[in-house]
């Protein structure tokens, strides 16, 4: 099995950077370093992004405290499937992209979980046109592709039977292209391309809490904590004159600008959950995440009618298993799973804030036994609004995962 799962990894750790190109339709995804598309593991996105429980053999890769929970070596990999209705005040169109989400292996060593993995954090996808490409009609186009991942090394220690800590070191890194085409009496049309290198390091922190009460029920409490990070953008501007026909473009004349590069502030996260449950057999919590994206900005300066606040998300769900070690009924063994949630994405255009409403469902499944899982998720959620001439977007995703979990650096007593 450990040769299947490296192979699997390197195989999918390669194909990242192509998902990435495709990993979001919306057009929000042109400010600041895209739309942030990691929302956890299926798991938790199946319970509304809950990030608070330490798992055996699921890894949380939202609280890396949670490292230190896992008894087995865990390999993970998860990928969606996206719709999304867009409209306007007088327009609407349909969106669909399939994106790998992430990459993981963790494996426990005593008190010490480590985990490390890939994670394709978020992207810039949009195509958006407006008149017609005549040499009358005034005529605009923005398209925008790529976005950043974030490969990661973490470990979570487990400092008693209640408390455990944890922190993941990542490396950020990705590229954005974003080109605006406009025209309007005359022959050719002229098209701006801007390029953007991203670059920079953060950390993130967790801690887990675990007691029992009455001796019947186990509660839970967690905080993550990411400090503000600066990321580097390297940015190139060029302007030239094309000829512009259904999307065909020719160059005829072209010109680099000088456009300075510019910092990023990744602004500082906090999150607070609690819940409580019966261990393998119900939970349910809360969790709220705090931004302070108003530190945000822009990979160019000169983006006008942008702001930022400060972001916050609230989440409720839970999961139902009506009898984990049932040997007759394999539909009892089912993880069920679900959730709500709600953010204001710190986003402010032309003073109106951009925010996200949403439900999931989710299914894990067991597979080849009880430790490995087949995980299905369902979400429907709206973002934005059509006030202000912007674009309001419905919609659902579908997520699967593939959770497998063998035991691993065990001394063989016989050959």
């Known amino acids: 099995m450990i040769k299947k799962i490296i192979v699997s990894f390197s195989l999918l750790f390669s194909l990242a950077a192509v998902a990435q190109q495709e990993g979001t339709a919306s057009p929000y995804s042109y400010y600041g370093i895209g739309d942030v598309r990691f929302k956890g593991t299926a798991e938790t996105r199946s319970m509304g992004g809950l990030s608070i429980i330490p798992d055996s053999i699921h890894i ?96 979570g220690y487990k400092i008693s039977s209640k408390f455990s800590i944890g922190v993941d070191f990542n490396y950020n890194f990705g590229n954005v292209e974003t080109k605006n085409i406009w025209s309007q009496d005359i022959q050719y049309s002229t098209r701006e391309l801007n390029t953007s290198d991203l670059s ?70 906090y999150s607070f959950g609690a819940g409580f449950g019966k261990k393998t057999e119900w939970f349910v919590g809360a969790e709220v995440t705090l931004q302070q994206s108003s530190k945000f900005g822009n990979r160019y300066n000169d983006i006008t009618n942008v702001s930022y606040k400060d972001a916050e ?20 063994r089912i993880t069920y799973r679900a959730g709500l949630k709600y953010e204001n994405t710190g986003l402010v255009i032309s003073d109106v804030p951009i925010k996200d409403y949403g439900f999931t469902l989710g299914l894990g499944l067991p597979v080849g036994g009880a430790i490995s899982n087949l995980n299905l998720g369902f979400e429907y959620g709206r973002r934005g609004t059509t006030e202000a001439n912007l674009v309001k977007e419905n919609y659902a995703n579908i997520f699967l995962s593939l959770s497998l979990s063998d035991r691993w650096f065990v001394k063989r007593k016989y050959d």
């Open 60 to 155: 949380n890769l939202q609280n890396p405290a949670a490292y230190s929970a896992l008894r087995l070596t865990t390999f993970s990999v998860g990928g969606s499937f996206n719709v999304t209705n867009f409209k306007t005040n007088s327009d609407k169109d349909q969106g669909q992209r399939t994106t790998l989400d992430y990459l993981a292996v963790a494996f426990p060593a005593g008190k010490l979980g480590v985990g490390f993995g890939l994670i394709p954090y978020s992207s810039v996808g949009y195509k958006v046109r407006s008149g017609s490409n005549t040499t009358t009609d005034p005529y605009h186009a923005y398209s925008g592709e790529g976005g950043m991942n974030k490969v990661f090394l973490g470990a």
């Open 200 to 269: 920079g390091f953060n950390i993130n922190t967790g801690v887990i809490f675990n007691t029992k009460i009455k001796k019947k029920y186990d509660f839970y409490a967690s905080a993550t904590y990411t400090p503000e990070s600066t990321l580097s953008s390297d940015n190139t501007r060029q302007l030239a004159t094309v000829i512009d026909y259904q999307g065909a473009e020719g160059v005829v004349e072209s010109r680099d600008l000088v456009v300075g590069d510019t910092d990023l502030k990744l602004p500082s996260k």
């Open 313 to 332: 998300k609230y989440t409720i769900g839970g999961y139902f298993v009506p009898e984990y070690n049932s040997f007759t009924s394999y539909w009892k």
